[in-house]
């Protein structure tokens, strides 16, 4: 698989595939259930050369099934999830229960406003009976991904956005939604089957920061968007002495 973009973004994680409803590809660490799975390390995994799955039983965080493309994850899985991203359960919060669980994770100034964040999510089901991840170098083994996530820093990410409008002349190419570290993935799903599709920036979410890696982002895009920023490359912005500039510090 030709990884020049990688090259010429000094990308040190590799860019991944996402294949959905997935049931033949080998996994080389499969979401095992009965333990909390988030997916964002199942992401990186990814990013650094394995192949990586879940399943809807493996996927058992409730915002990891809705940004796996599990459906709706929140009510199968918790359905006071609008309670916890607001102000918490306070008193009535078991006494053994996470600050996130009392305090909440104030996401929201009040359950009701969660509440209309959670009934616009795009829940899909794209992803049933299994979702697969892998690198760029391994795609070949599988086929082609539905979806590509690159993990990037503030000066590969610029030119990430710039890119996208590189043969639209559109102003508005990439969208910054606001949900769970791997919701991306879900709003990327949205953006599949329309015209003129847009990528999508994640990892804001606070919460799961931590278990991300430091001072980088995620743009998640459909593979046709993929398939238009990997060509002409000797034209895009990453052939300017603008860019020669910013590589001496990559």
């Known amino acids: 698989m030709d990884k020049k973009l990688v090259d010429m973004l000094h990308l040190d994680l590799e860019p991944v595939g996402i294949f959905f409803a997935n049931t033949t590809a080998k996994s080389d660490f499969e979401a095992a259930p009965g333990k909390r799975n988030c997916v964002v390390p199942f992401l990186i995994s990814a990013a650094k050369g394995k192949i990586t799955s879940m399943d809807e039983e493996g996927c058992t965080c409730a915002g990891g099934a809705v940004g796996a ?23 009535k919060a078991p006494e053994d229960a996470p600050p996130m669980v009392k305090e909440g994770e104030r996401f929201f100034c009040d359950e009701e406003v969660a ?31 539905d979806l590509v ?19 639209n002349g559109k102003t508005i190419n990439t969208l910054v939604p606001f949900g769970a570290a791997c919701h991306s993935i879900v709003y990327a799903a949205e953006q599949m089957d329309k015209e003129e599709p847009c990528a999508i920036m ?9 278990a991300a890696i430091k001072d980088y982002l995620s743009m998640t895009l459909p593979y046709k968007l993929w398939k238009d920023m990997t060509k002409d490359l000797e034209k895009s912005c990453l052939s ?10 990559l």
Not at 125 to 138: C, E, H, M, N, Q
Not at 202 to 210: A, E, H
């Open 69 to 91: 493309c599990f459906d709706d994850g929140f009510s199968r899985i918790n359905p006071n999830i609008h309670i916890m991203l607001s102000q918490g359960f306070g008193e």
């Open 149 to 167: 996530l690159i993990f990037a820093n503030a000066d590969q990410m610029s030119a990430l956005i710039t890119m996208q409008g590189f043969y």
């Open 202 to 210: 994640g990892l804001f979410d606070i919460s799961q920061r931590s």
């Open 240 to 249: 300017t002495h603008s860019w020669r500039n910013i590589e001496k510090r």
């Open 115 to 145: 509440m209309k964040w959670r009934k616009n999510m795009p829940f899909s089901d794209k992803a049933y009976p299994r979702i697969v991840f892998a690198p760029l170098s391994r795609w070949e083994q599988i086929g082609t991904p």
